[in-house]
C-alpha cells in the first residue's frame, strides 16, 4: 500500500482511491441491484429516509420503489457482486492494513439518492468491542453532481476525543444527543475543522475512520440521483470475540447473520394497502399509473375525505 495513502488516512480520516473500479464492474452491479429490486425479495430491509420507517423490499410497491427515498440494507447477504465490490483482493488488502487487522464486512446500505444525513460519526451507532475497530469506505456508482446532494466530511475530526454516554460507553443514547451534537460542534470550532465535499467520480472510493465527522449536504434537485454503496467493516478480532460467523473471501471476511428486524407495523401497512386497492380499482388503476406512489398515499391525500375506508 502507498505510504502517502496511510498517512492521509491517520492524519486526516480519509483515503481516497480514485477510479478505484472500472465503469464495467460498476455498470454490472448496478444492474443486477435493479433487478433485485424487480424481484421485491421478502428477506431484504429498506429504511424509508423520509418517514423513517424500516420494511422490506417484497412489502412495498413497485411504484413505492421506483419513487420512495430509500437506503436499501445489506444487499452484501446473497449478492456476490455487491461482495466482491465490498471485499475485492486490492482492497481488502488496503483496508487491513489501515484498521491494522484483516477486515469483517458486517453491513452493506445501498442509495440511489443522496442521504442528506446531518455529520455524524459511525462508532456512536454501529459502536466496536475495541476502540477504532472499524473503518468504513463509501464507493460512487454514478458521477456525482453538486445538486444531488454530495458526501462531505471534516478531515481530521477522527481526532475528537469520543464522548462517554451516560451508559459508560461510546455508544449513543437518544435522549443525549443534542449534548452530543453541542460537545462535537464545540470541538469543530475549537480545533478549526473545516468541511469538505467529495466530488466523486464513477468507480471512486472513499475510505473514512469510524470517528470521522461527516455526512450528506442538501439534495437541490430531487429528480438526480446519487447511487452509491456504503460498507462498514469491524475487525477480525472484535468479531471472533462476538461469537459471529465469518465467511473467508480474498484476504477479508464478510459476517453471515439474519436480516435487520422489521417491525409488524410494516406487514399490517402492506395488508392495509393490498385491502385499499382491491377495495377500489380505481385508486389501483391510478397507482399502478404511476399518479400515486400507493394506495395509502391515495388514502392520506384523498380517500379520507372522499370517505373512503381502510
Same mark, same amino acid.
Given at each position: 500500500?502507498?505510504?502517502?495513502?496511510?498517512?492521509? +488516512?491517520?492524519e486526516?480520516?480519509?483515503?481516497?482511491? *480514485?477510479g +478505484?473500479?472500472?465503469?464495467? $464492474?460498476?455498470d454490472?452491479?448496478?444492474?443486477?441491484?435493479?433487478?433485485?429490486?424487480?424481484?421485491?425479495?421478502?428477506?431484504?430491509?429498506?429504511?424509508l429516509?423520509?418517514?423513517?420507517?424500516?420494511?422490506?423490499?417484497?412489502?412495498?410497491s413497485?411504484?413505492e420503489?421506483?419513487?420512495?427515498?430509500?437506503k436499501? &440494507?445489506?444487499?452484501?447477504?446473497?449478492?456476490?457482486?455487491?461482495?466482491?465490490?465490498a471485499?475485492?483482493d486490492?482492497?481488502?488488502?488496503?483496508?487491513g492494513q489501515?484498521?491494522e487487522?484483516p477486515?469483517?464486512? #458486517? &453491513?452493506?446500505?445501498? /442509495?440511489?439518492?443522496?442521504?442528506? $444525513?446531518?455529520?455524524?460519526?459511525?462508532?456512536?451507532?454501529?459502536?466496536?468491542?475495541?476502540?477504532?475497530?472499524?473503518?468504513?469506505?463509501?464507493?460512487?456508482?454514478?458521477?456525482?453532481?453538486?445538486d444531488?446532494?454530495?458526501?462531505?466530511?471534516?478531515p481530521?475530526s477522527?481526532k475528537?476525543?469520543p464522548?462517554?454516554? =451516560? &451508559?459508560?460507553?461510546?455508544?449513543?443514547?437518544?435522549?443525549?444527543?443534542?449534548?452530543?451534537?453541542?460537545?462535537?460542534e464545540?470541538?469543530?470550532? $475549537?480545533?478549526?475543522?473545516?468541511?469538505?465535499?467529495?466530488?466523486?467520480?464513477?468507480?471512486d472510493?472513499?475510505?473514512?475512520?469510524? &470517528?470521522?465527522?461527516?455526512?450528506g449536504? *442538501?439534495?437541490?434537485?430531487?429528480?438526480?440521483?446519487?447511487?452509491?454503496?456504503? +460498507?462498514?467493516y +469491524?475487525?477480525?478480532?472484535?468479531?471472533?470475540?462476538?461469537?459471529?460467523?465469518q #465467511?473467508?473471501?480474498?484476504s477479508?471476511?464478510?459476517?453471515?447473520?439474519?436480516?435487520?428486524?422489521?417491525?409488524?407495523?410494516?406487514?399490517?401497512?402492506? =395488508?392495509?394497502?393490498?385491502?385499499?386497492?382491491?377495495?377500489?380499482?380505481?385508486?389501483?388503476?391510478?397507482?399502478?399509473?404511476?399518479?400515486?406512489?400507493?394506495?395509502? $398515499?391515495?388514502?392520506?391525500? /384523498?380517500?379520507k375525505?372522499?370517505?373512503?375506508?381502510?
Amino acid at each position: 500500500m502507498n505510504s502517502l495513502l496511510k498517512k492521509d +488516512f491517520d492524519e486526516n480520516g480519509v483515503a481516497i482511491l *480514485p477510479g +478505484f473500479y472500472s465503469s464495467e $464492474q460498476i455498470d454490472e452491479v448496478v444492474d443486477s441491484i435493479a433487478r433485485r429490486k424487480l424481484e421485491r425479495p421478502m428477506n431484504v430491509t429498506v429504511d424509508l429516509l423520509d418517514t423513517g420507517e424500516r420494511s422490506l423490499l417484497g412489502l412495498l410497491s413497485p411504484q413505492e420503489i421506483a419513487t420512495r427515498r430509500m437506503k436499501i &440494507n445489506d444487499l452484501y447477504l446473497d449478492m456476490e457482486g455487491v461482495r466482491e465490490l465490498a471485499l475485492s483482493d486490492r482492497l481488502a488488502l488496503i483496508l487491513g492494513q489501515l484498521l491494522e487487522y484483516p477486515p469483517a464486512l #458486517c &453491513n452493506s446500505l445501498y /442509495f440511489e439518492k443522496g442521504s442528506q $444525513q446531518p455529520p455524524h460519526v459511525d462508532s456512536i451507532y454501529m459502536t466496536p468491542v475495541t476502540a477504532n475497530h472499524l473503518i468504513a469506505i463509501w464507493v460512487a456508482l454514478e458521477d456525482t453532481h453538486v445538486d444531488a446532494g454530495q458526501l462531505e466530511y471534516y478531515p481530521g475530526s477522527h481526532k475528537i476525543e469520543p464522548m462517554i454516554f =451516560s &451508559n459508560g460507553t461510546r455508544h449513543f443514547v437518544p435522549d443525549e444527543m443534542p449534548e452530543w451534537h453541542a460537545y462535537i460542534e464545540a470541538e469543530v470550532a $475549537q480545533h478549526g475543522f473545516t468541511k469538505q465535499v467529495f466530488p466523486a467520480k464513477k468507480g471512486d472510493v472513499l475510505i473514512w475512520h469510524a &470517528n470521522l465527522l461527516h455526512g450528506g449536504s *442538501p439534495i437541490a434537485d430531487p429528480s438526480r440521483t446519487r447511487k452509491s454503496l456504503v +460498507f462498514h467493516y +469491524f475487525s477480525t478480532d472484535d468479531v471472533t470475540g462476538l461469537g459471529m460467523k465469518q #465467511c473467508p473471501m480474498s484476504s477479508g471476511f464478510w459476517i453471515d447473520r439474519p436480516i435487520q428486524h422489521v417491525p409488524e407495523e410494516a406487514f399490517k401497512r402492506a =395488508s392495509a394497502e393490498d385491502a385499499y386497492l382491491a377495495r377500489y380499482p380505481d385508486v389501483a388503476r391510478a397507482v399502478s399509473e404511476g399518479h400515486f406512489a400507493s394506495g395509502l $398515499q391515495h388514502y392520506e391525500l /384523498f380517500g379520507k375525505a372522499e370517505g373512503r375506508t381502510i
